[in-house]
């Protein structure tokens, strides 16, 4: 599986090195009756994950943690004093990253609970409610510095229905985004397979100075995943 590879290695300083106390391993699982093959291989991965390792060592309620580190390291996403949003926050390694890097306040959203993180307004509701977007301004002090999406809908196996609910869920994402940020504020959103759609792609350009793809070495090899950077919102034309 391409998926138990190493990830591709490069210097910085929060991701696990090849000297690091944390070493690839190859935990082998065995099959259990009624485990199904496919839990069988996840957890294989997650054992000889070296990021899920790291992660658990360094209090990191999630792998995804050092993709925003990553995202962050290269992109300066947040600054201190930052209002964050965290959209499919759970279960907080995002927001324990920014709350660690400064962030005055977080305001996440998932459908899972998220356990309190001090510096976090959390709403466990789904993103798509229509009542969503002000349950989330109704916490902000103000317009957010940056909104961050790592949204991810549970897939069905059905690919025309996971591309439909992901696309809408990154769509949503923007809307909130560009409905919200102060002016010069970013926005990040994970996307799938190949990027954002034309469309999409298109109306970021428009509202914000940069807009780039980037898949971080923390994200699985195997994974159709990316993230979407838009730096330099430009403010709402209607403003
Ligand atoms: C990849 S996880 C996020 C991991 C998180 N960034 C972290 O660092 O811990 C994706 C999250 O999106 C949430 N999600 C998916 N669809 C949602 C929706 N419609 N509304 C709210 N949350 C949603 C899932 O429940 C899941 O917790």
């Known amino acids: 599986m391409s998926d138990d590879k190493p990830p591709r290695r490069r ?8 000297d690091d106390s944390v070493r690839m ?3 082998r699982v065995k099959t259990a009756r009624g485990r199904k093959m496919s839990s069988t291989l996840w957890l ?3 054992l000889n994950d070296p990021y899920v390792a790291k992660a658990k060592s360094l209090g990191y309620r999630s792998r995804a943690a050092f993709k925003f580190i990553e995202l962050d390291d290269k992109f300066k996403l947040m600054r201190k004093g930052d209002s964050i949003v965290d959209l499919g926050a ?14 005055k306040q977080v305001v996440g959203i998932d459908l899972i609970f998220v356990e309190p993180i001090g510096g976090l307004d959390f709403i466990q509701m789904d993103f798509m409610d229509e009542g969503a977007p002000a349950a989330i301004t109704d916490l902000l002090g103000g317009a957010p510095d940056l909104v961050m999406s790592d949204l991810a809908a549970n897939t069905t196996g059905h690919r025309k229905t996971d591309h439909i609910r992901t696309v809408a869920l990154v769509e949503a994402a923007a809307d909130f985004a560009i409905d919200t940020l102060r002016p010069g504020g970013n926005f990040v959103t994970k ?6 759609e034309g469309k999409l792609l298109l109306k970021l350009k428009q509202t914000f100075k940069t807009v780039k793809h980037a898949k971080p070495d923390s994200s699985r090899d195997g994974s159709p995943e990316m993230y979407l950077v838009a ?3 430009k403010g709402r034309p209607d403003k």
Not at 11 to 18: A, D, F, G, I
Not at 90 to 103: C, L, M, V
Not at 191 to 196: D, E, H, I, N, Y
């Open 231 to 233: 730096l330099g919102f």
């Open 44 to 46: 294989r991965r997650q």
């Open 11 to 18: 210097r910085v300083t929060s991701k696990p090195k090849k």
């Open 90 to 103: 759970a279960p907080g390694g995002w927001t324990q990253i920014a709350i660690d890097r400064g962030a």
């Open 25 to 27: 391993m190859d935990t």
């Open 191 to 196: 996307v799938f397979q190949g990027g954002a």
